[in-house]
């Protein structure tokens, strides 16, 4: 297959060449100085590190109802045999089940609430919907990692994506050490895109759920993001939650410490940013991992 050709207009072309390239980011990190759930010196964090973390989103009441819907998932016979449910490779337990806020009512509250989707409005200056959720499992003694990615990358290239203008929020369900897999983070690497090599093979997405491959930038440009930006490792307690820009540069290790992790993951877009076709694909993936209804969320 020869090289594939970028898009008219692409601010962000990858997987369209024969070596990485950095490009340095367009668009703001924050879209809005509005008051709102996160303070001046929390939008200044975000701006200039692309993530900010909340030490107490959720009461110990609430960690233990949504640990408790997780497990309930997870145990469902009739969820893990849904197309949206993705085990792990080696152990066959659940890793991730995604649109998890159209499975679970609890989960669908969890995400419309304003101290989670009024942060992702805030930061994007807009109305936002959901691109993606997800509940991630990262059980003791067996849970996979994810190599370092930036969302956005994966986002345009296989969703159409236009521009960085989406946020995440991971709310932890367990306590995150620096030992069982914590979320990492180059701070400051949302200003720079990764252009990575390689086209996207059709269907691969399935594989790239378990084990991302496709879209992974090369040693040489992560090597110079972490001399540049230092590597942030993000711990807490259960509850705690982390806000971080679509761009950024993060992946986990593996867990083979018998403290599982777990976490809920959402993924906001605004909807002055809707979906186009894909940038380098052959086909969109599909409306469960990457929506294509731009309804705000109420």
């Not at 996979?144 to 991971?170: K, L």
């Not at 059709?202 to 440009?221: F, M, N, V, W």
Request: aromatic letters at 8%.
């Amino acid at each position: 297959m020869g090289v594939a050709q970028a898009r008219i207009g692409d601010r962000y072309p990858t997987r369209v060449a024969d070596r990485p390239v950095i490009i340095d980011r367009a668009e703001p990190a924050v879209w809005s100085a509005d008051p709102g759930p996160l303070s001046a010196e929390e939008l200044r964090t975000h701006d200039r590190d692309g993530f900010v973390t909340v030490p107490q989103l959720l009461t110990p009441e609430e960690v233990a109802t949504y640990a408790g819907e997780l497990e309930r998932l997870a145990a469902d016979p009739a969820v893990r045999a849904d197309e949206r449910t993705v085990v792990e490779k080696a152990s066959q337990q659940v890793r991730s089940i995604f649109e998890v806020h159209a499975l679970s009512d609890a989960i669908a509250a969890l995400v419309a609430d304003e101290r989670v989707a009024g942060r992702a409005r805030q930061i994007l200056g807009s109305e936002v919907y959901v691109h993606q959720s997800r509940i991630n499992y990262k059980p003791g003694s067996g849970g996979g990692g994810f190599y370092w990615h930036s969302d956005f990358e994966t986002w345009h290239a296989e969703d159409g994506m236009p521009s960085p203008r989406a946020v995440s929020i991971s709310i932890s369900l367990t306590e995150n050490y620096a030992h069982n897999g914590c979320l990492m983070i180059m701070p400051g690497s949302h200003r720079e895109f990764v252009a990575c090599v390689g086209e996207t093979p059709a269907d691969h997405y399935k594989e790239s759920l378990r084990e991302q491959e496709i879209g992974t930038p090369d040693e040489g440009s992560l090597t110079s993001l972490a001399n540049r930006h230092g590597i942030a490792m993000l711990t807490g307690a259960a509850g705690s939650a982390t806000l971080f820009d679509s761009n950024c540069m993060h992946g986990s290790g593996g867990n083979i410490t018998p403290f599982p992790r777990s976490n809920i993951f959402i993924v906001f877009n605004s909807v002055d940013n809707a979906l186009q076709e894909p940038y380098s694909a052959p086909a969109p993936r599909p409306a469960h991992v990457a929506a294509r209804r731009f309804s705000p969320v109420g």
